[in-house]
């Protein structure tokens, strides 16, 4: 048993070795029946647990679109492939698709579920419509809190009503051509994952998962927003000289901006970079700007 480390095959050494306790207790001169009566508990519960092990470890059936959803959202985190498959019986899964331009949902909208981003982009607005964050499949791809660990049970009463109360304090938006969701009942999600203590704490890691992949896009997004800032201010007057060059390409290797990301701000600003590599932008360009 102290090679073991498989709990299947643990467990069933464990009911072996009962069973010879068993019978070495019932064996004796004067039977000892209270040992006896213990290592037949033991038996019990790990005869439990056996059929629990043999479930999770049946074969189960995913279609594309819950094999992708469970692989890069749930897999990593501890959570089997029937405990998924509850997840999303128990949580009223939906599969919704977004055309460019579509709101996903609203700031001010009953909170009634949360949804997961499989494809596509979506840009998150804040309380005053600024847009704050762009939303891609991967880490930190759902559209909200997935999971509140520090929510106790006694908050329970105040969850039951949370589909009539209007929480949702971002907007989002699809800006891709097609966008796809993985949405779940936010309530009974909750519930669910609160009814097993292995659940809870799969559902806390990819929490946290999630709120770091937010944090580490967040922060490559914010660079590359002040390096537009800068690149913003230094060609406003059509001239860039090689001073003003030198310091934004520090502060580009500096923070890890890309060339083609250098290239599609200056596109995006009306330069090309022969223009920028000349220090002036091309006359027509400002007259026409200046219109």
């Not at 209270?34 to 647990?49: E, M, R």
């Not at 936010?186 to 669910?192: A, N």
């Amino acid at each position: 048993a102290i090679n073991q480390t498989d709990m299947l095959s643990l467990r069933g050494i464990s009911i072996c070795a009962s069973t010879l306790g068993i019978a070495y207790n019932l064996l004796q001169p004067t039977p000892l029946w209270a040992p006896a009566a213990w290592g037949l508990f033991f038996i019990s519960c790990h005869a439990y647990y056996i059929a629990v092990l043999l479930r999770e470890r049946q074969h189960i059936s995913l279609s594309l679109e819950e094999e992708r959803a469970y692989e890069s959202a749930f897999h990593p985190f501890g959570f089997t492939p029937r405990q998924f498959c509850e997840i999303l019986q128990q949580a009223r899964v939906r599969w919704c698709s977004y055309s460019q331009g579509t709101w996903i949902s609203r700031r001010g909208e009953p909170l009634t579920d949360i949804a997961l981003l499989m494809d596509g982009e979506v840009k998150v607005f804040s309380t005053t419509d600024d847009e704050i964050d762009v939303i891609k499949p991967g880490k930190g791809a759902w559209l909200g809190e997935f999971f509140d660990p520090n929510l106790k049970q006694e908050d329970k009463a105040q969850l039951e009503h949370l589909e009539n109360v209007p929480r949702r304090n971002v907007s989002f938006q699809c800006i891709s051509e097609q966008c796809q969701t993985m949405s779940l009942s936010r309530k009974e999600l909750w519930e669910h994952l609160h009814k097993n203590p292995h659940l809870k704490e799969s559902a806390t890691r990819a929490e946290v998962d999630d709120l770091w992949g937010k944090l580490r896009h967040s922060l490559s997004d914010s660079r590359r927003k002040a390096y537009r800032q800068m690149l913003e201010i230094a060609t406003s007057d059509g001239v860039i000289c090689e001073t003003e060059r030198g310091i934004l390409r520090a502060w580009r290797e500096r923070h890890e901006i890309t060339r083609e990301e250098h290239s599609n701000i200056l596109e995006a600003l009306g330069w090309s970079e022969d223009e920028y590599d000349r220090g002036r932008r091309h006359r027509s360009r400002v007259r026409s700007g200046s219109r």
